[in-house]
């Protein structure tokens, strides 16, 4: 994930690259001036001691700039590179919405707290590593110029400080990668809880929301605890050692000052140093830590966000563009737990208004997935034009077929937006007269803002009915050949069922199945063909 978000934005790494060499070398820089500044006051050379303080002051003031700047274009990257992963794996949920694989609550859990744990952790310890080294360069290459004992000693504490991640590597990933399947698990289980609300109400069962929730969400904050717990063995232990360390150098400093091998400037400034490289040391020991604990939701992030692909070729384009009939011929369902369904033998042209009946459980919802393309491990025949629905490219079923749902989802939107799918290829025209089909003409008249009302969970403005038309609404602007309604017209008033059912029935061009439990003998003159699945 690196080395691509450095591949798509190298500019931005360039100019983060030169400030983190600034800030780290203005310290450096900074720390050498000490010296010559601690020996002219040895000297007693108060007029140079000053000079060389306010130059010190000088470049702690620009290294106060070139941070604060390499600070802002991480973050900037950091964001970027966020945006990046959320985009890519948007795209593949709406490559898996095709084939109905896309779970809300997965999606919601991954741009949300899966990205924030790999920022917090992956990319902020990364970015954290990168300004140590140029630390470590720096201030090593500072202590060289002091004296090789010195730079001796810096080395072989830094090795033994560098050791300190992988003491807990393994089980910082483990507790990471808890932490976010323990959010999926909570997710699931709020947002089942959170939609059953009024059921809760009407049965005097409010109290289980905190009930049935709250060991999940102990169950995360607990992970949290763990992944801390990892991580703080291993940041204290370094901690430690860092002092230690700083105390080693120090003391061999005063020890080569005493037997005249360096100036006692340097004693002061070889402290400085050691804490900038021990600080950075430590620091990129934390970072590697905090790699860690990010590299699984690293790993889970690369893989959810490789290119998933789907073929889209038709070979039977012709057929879909003129669809003439539909058959089924000795047509049967088996679901993996064994419940078997059969279907009777039809031929269904087109223009026919194919009415299908059954009890609950007698296969209607089954046979408008089959009709759709949705399912399509069937055994006996199923036809389209006297072609195999297996030899079609199943997303070619998208365009041939409406589907009104017994349950539907209105956007936080306005009505126009709910009709048209936010899609701009819709005039106004078109939209109006797919509301004038859809019986809402009145109604939406009647509101002072008309097709720019806003709808949905927010807004009280419809009726279940009316919220019901706007969906049927969406089928009629976009105007497929085939339209299956499931219950469709449920929500609607008697009266304007049947104004619905007689509209659709209607039109000449249309191939119409519905399906319900209840027939009405005015309902089904409308219709010239039935399947009663009952008889099966
Ligand atoms: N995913 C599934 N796995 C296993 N069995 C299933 C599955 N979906 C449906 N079934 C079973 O297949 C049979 C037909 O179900 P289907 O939903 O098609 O009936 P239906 O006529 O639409 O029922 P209803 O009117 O109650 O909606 C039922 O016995 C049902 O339990």
Redesign the pocket.
Known sequence: MIKKMIQEHPFMMIIITILSISTNGLETVANLILITATNTIISRKTALFFILSGAILLVYLIHWFTGYYANIFEEKMIQATNHDIRKKYMRNQMTLALEDKLNPDDTINVVTNDILLFDQQYLKGFYKLFNCIFGIILSSVALISLHWSLFLASVIMTVLLMFVPKLVGKRLRTTTGNISSNNDKLLKKLNDWTKGYHDLLWNNALFQLWRKTHNSFHTLENSYVDQKRAQQTAVQFGAFMNMAAQVAVNALAGYLAINNMVTFGVVMSAGNLAYQLFGAVSVSTDSIILLQSGSSINDKLVSLTKPVSVDRFEKHQDEIDNIKNIKLHNLSYE???G?K?KYPDINVSKGDKVLIT?P???????LINLLSGRLNDYKGSLKLNNIEYSSFNNLSFLKIFGLQPQSYHIFNDTIANNIALSNDKYSSEQINSAVKKAQLSEKITSLSQGLKTLIGSESEVFSGGELQRVSLARFFIRKRPILIVDEGTSALDKNNAYKVMNLLTQDKNLTLFVIT?SIDNDVLSLFNKHINLSQE
Do not use: A
Request: glycine share 22%; no cysteine; net charge positive.
């Open positions: 679901y993996k737990n419940t369904i059954g609950s459980g007698s296969g209607k919802t089954t439990h």
